[in-house]
């Protein structure tokens, strides 16, 4: 589990609550009833999530609503790792030949690094290699990418959904005017809304789409990292020279970090 998306929803639902504990000295059951608001919330989760909904077609929908549990699982891109990996298959390589990398991608979970492999061993073309993984890459980026487009999408409609309910409850407001006692009552429902919709944009979708573009970009390296190791593979590239390209991937501090893995060979 990714640790930091589940504090940062705990964390914000605390300052929340903090906020509006601190603002008032009522008792919880009075404060319950003062920001929990039923016909607020449908106004405004309710109106966001269909005009979301409205905005895709029903398959993407359903698969970007099933996206929300993404962020809080560790994905496991690690370009270090592969670095690592390609170049033992590049020692592989250079020892034995490239067909004996089909024997030594058989222990590799990566589909996307085994396919890679595949294709060099039957002895693709580079270019039709590289055409392939690329596009491979491109579609991954693509489906990713309309994932992250929902959720910016939902985040764009939940304040103005809140605005919505805000524009209902004042109308409600003003409707009421010769009657004072109603006026607070009235003014506090409208401006719920704003507040619910603030929640659905910086609480619920902000940090989705952030945690999702980073796991995207993790991706991206990481397969990129791959093609252009398995062609310089195929291309007979000495590992030691491979080692140095691939790690222009990384930042300084990764790329000081990692140990040579190489095994000495020239």
Known sequence: MDIA???????????????????????????????????????????????????FKLADDINSLKSISLPFKDKAYDPSATIHTIIDLSNVGRKEGLLALEEAANGIEDEFLKKGIMLVVDGTDPELVRGILETDLMCVETRHKNVIKFWEKWAEMGPAWGMIGTLLGLIAMLNKLNDPSAIGPQMSVALITTLYGSLIANWLCAPIVGKLNTNNDLEVTNRQITIEGLLSIQAGENPRVIEEKLKSFLSPTVRAGMTDSTGGEE
Not at 26 to 40: G, K, N
């Open 5 to 55: 998306s589940l504090i940062s929803i705990v964390l914000g639902l605390v300052m929340v609550i903090f906020g509006i504990l601190s603002s008032n000295s009522f008792a919880f059951s009075a404060i319950t009833d003062m920001y929990i608001d039923y016909p607020s919330l449908i106004i405004t989760f309710g109106g966001s999530i269909c005009s979301t909904l409205g905005c």
